[in-house]
């Protein structure tokens, strides 16, 4: 926790990640019960809603590697406060709730590759595995006190009140990021030149190709999120036809994943720097993995989550693993980009499995489903193994790196 003290910054993008990410969770179980009663079909719907747009990730890197990222996340955050607002206020339908999903879910994603390209800004390098690990405590949230506060409000006020809770997050996650100060973009390496938007993405998508360590990234995930995300449907009707259990039961299990996610966070802001990122992004998927499995066999709602507890730790490391993976082999200049093409791959491989996941659930049931996502995650998990770089060993293509304000 000392970052959060010494980096005053990086502090600010902390607690706006935290607030926004609490109140992501308190909408998305919102959503998630609100579908329900449709079946798995309007499940896979509304998931497949939050995920599509996040295929522009591409085209969001470019745009953060151009724009100045303070301005661009307090826009995204402001905006999507907007959005839920309006689903508090309107109480729409499911076909009209939709496009409402899809707007904010395009929003998040034009956000979320400059959180993580700040981060090489606002914090020095030797501490960076921390600073993103502090970053997944900081998400983690939304599946630990979402989950919770989400279905009781839901029970509550309906889906009003988590929704209008949701806004208010963003809002305030807006307000803390105007403090961060200007993050403007970094010079290019031909300043005079005009280069066009499309072309940013489409050198960005180049870069990515070539260098091995994306390419293994993007590949990676999109096969392993394909058979990981199906458990975002199956847990449902896991616990609804399988355990037999009320929707504060789907909740609490829902929260023992984020609860895996902070125990393994708080973990990982003291141990992260003390192995290689890749040991953290091997352990973590095979983790996960086997955690997936556990809560398909469970034979109860206590070893559901001990199964997703497990899991959620194992994608914290992951992640953590993956973000400074990414962090240490791309020029700065470029992070942007190489995060909006990994984490683009990644939520084409959720809306995949969010489509098929539907049909997997009625035709072999909750636990099946979540046997054959984990076992298929096991499997793909070999595609991301990484040897780790010889120590001291200077990446190509780094030396235009910078530290902005708050380092």
């Not at 449902?236 to 037999?244: D, E, M, N, S």
Request: charged share 10%.
């Amino acid at each position: 926790m000392t970052l959060l003290r010494d980096l005053p910054l990086f502090r600010y993008l902390w607690l706006s990640k935290a607030i926004s990410s609490t109140g992501t969770g308190i909408g998305l179980i919102a959503l998630v019960l609100f579908a329900a009663s449709s079946g798995p079909g309007a499940v896979s719907l509304v998931l497949a809603c939050t995920a599509l747009p996040l295929l522009a990730s591409p085209l969001a890197g470019a745009v953060a590697d151009r724009v100045d990222q303070r301005r661009l996340l307090a826009g995204c955050e402001a905006g999507q406060g907007i959005v839920y607002g309006v689903m508090a206020l309107a109480k729409p339908s499911l076909p009209a709730l939709l496009p409402l999903v899809i707007l904010a879910s395009l929003l998040a994603t034009f956000g979320s590759p400059a959180g993580k390209s700040a981060v090489s800004r606002l914090v020095p390098a030797e501490h960076r595995s921390r600073a993103n690990a502090l970053l997944g405590l900081a998400v983690n949230l939304q599946i630990v006190a979402g989950p919770a506060i989400g279905g009781f409000l839901a029970g509550l006020t309906r889906t009003s009140g988590a929704f209008g809770v949701n806004a208010a997050s963003f809002a305030i996650s807006a307000l803390l990021l105007t403090r961060l100060g200007p993050l403007p973009p970094l010079e290019r390496q031909a300043p005079k030149a005009k280069v066009g938007l499309l072309a940013d993405t489409t050198s960005g998508l180049r870069s990515a190709r070539e260098n091995p360590v994306v390419r293994r990234l993007f590949l990676g995930l999109l096969v392993f999120v394909t058979f990981a995300a199906v458990d975002n449907v199956a847990l449902v009707f896991l616990v609804q036809r399988a355990l037999h259990g009320p929707t504060a039961e789907y909740g609490i299990i829902s929260a023992m994943f984020g609860a895996g996610m902070v125990a393994a966070s708080l973990a990982l802001t003291v141990k992260a720097n003390r192995m290689p990122a890749a040991f953290w992004l091997t352990g973590g998927v095979a983790t996960g993995a086997v955690g997936m499995i556990l809560t398909g066999i469970s034979p109860s709602v206590a070893v559901a989550c001990a199964g997703q507890a497990m899991a959620g730790a194992g994608n914290t490391a992951a992640l953590v693993g993956i973000d400074t993976l990414i962090q240490e082999r791309v020029p700065t200049r470029m992070l942007g980009r190489a995060f909006g093409t990994v984490y683009g791959g990644a939520q084409l491989a959720s809306a995949l499995s969010y489509i098929t996941a539907g049909p997997l659930v009625a035709l072999t049931g909750p636990r099946a489903t979540l046997v054959i996502g984990g076992t298929g995650a096991l499997a793909a998990g070999f595609v991301l193994r990484f040897r780790p770089a010889p120590a001291g060993a200077k990446q190509p293509g780094l030396n235009d790196e910078i530290h902005g304000p708050g380092c």
